[in-house]
């Protein structure tokens, strides 16, 4: 059977890519791509028997030159879906472009807020009740584009910057790989710049040899009319019930 491939793309430690592999989707990982040598990551991947590339982008003068030998190493597999998880690098518009409509991005806030470096940080700062993690398709503008799922979480009054974080952590590591099975199994519909999950295709029948996989949103504008019996996405609210004061 020929599962569709994706590429991961990776910084740093690489929980989100443990969760992915883990979890399973009916997909097969074709390679591991960090900028960072020393990502520990790649050795996880490494230990998984999955094929690792470091593109090291401290050996580049430009962002163009490195997003273009990125884009050689990914595109050797011919992946259906780029996961980016932790890839902590700007991705020129060209790259982008590129990929548009099968690349993936998980951020760790409730998107359109908190966008960019310390989100736990500053949601903590401005006293918001809830934060959260996004999964959603990457466009051109930083942590923006068509939202595929989010989680929240209550932010409670002794959290610190490393509690909130790894509560929310949990949260990615249900989400992503939710996200990439939707992904794969050609589920994801982006109509009007929102994304609906496609629930009249039977989840227990695995749809990954259908050639074309993630063909769905290949035309990231307008795909028809989506009815609202697929909406939403999800929205997995994932909490105790909030504690709110008597009057
Ligand atoms: C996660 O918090 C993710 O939301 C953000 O970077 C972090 C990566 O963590 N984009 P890991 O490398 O997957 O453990």
């Known amino acids: 059977m020929t599962l569709p491939a994706i590429v991961v793309l990776i910084s740093g430690r690489g929980s989100n890519l443990r969760a992915i592999v883990e979890a399973a989707p009916p997909c097969r990982i074709a390679a591991v791509i960090s900028n960072r040598p020393d990502a520990p990551g790649l050795d996880y991947a490494r230990e998984k028997g999955i094929r690792t590339a470091v593109i090291d982008h401290t050996g580049f003068t430009s962002r163009d030159t490195f997003d273009q030998a990125l884009r050689a190493a990914i595109d050797a597999h011919s992946p259906a879906l780029v996961v980016l ?5 700007i991705l020129s518009d060209a790259f982008v472009g590129h990929y548009a409509g099968r690349l993936i991005n998980i951020h760790p806030s409730l998107l359109p807020a908190y966008p960019g470096l310390h989100t736990h940080r500053r949601a903590l700062a401005d006293g918001v009740r809830l934060h959260g993690c996004t999964v959603h398709f990457v466009t ?3 942590d923006s584009g068509p939202i595929i799922a989010q989680a929240a979480v209550p932010v409670q009054p002794d959290d610190t910057e490393a509690s909130l974080s790894a509560r929310i952590l949990l949260q990615e590591h249900r989400l992503y790989p939710q996200a990439v ?3 794969v199994q050609g589920r994801l519909v982006i109509a009007q710049g929102r ?6 295709v039977d989840p227990s029948v695995d749809r990954s040899i259908d050639a074309g996989v993630g063909a769905a949103v290949d035309g990231v504008a307008a795909v028809g009319a989506v009815g609202a019996a697929n909406w939403p996405g999800t929205v997995a609210l994932v909490n105790p019930p909030l504690d709110v004061p008597p009057d």
């Not at 998880?85 to 690098?89: L, P, T």
């Not at 994304?195 to 009249?200: G, K, L, M, P, Y």
């Open 195 to 200: 994304v609906c999950v496609d629930r009249s």
């Open 85 to 89: 998880a932790g890839f902590m690098r």
């Open 140 to 142: 051109s503008t930083l």
């Open 181 to 183: 099975r939707w992904f």
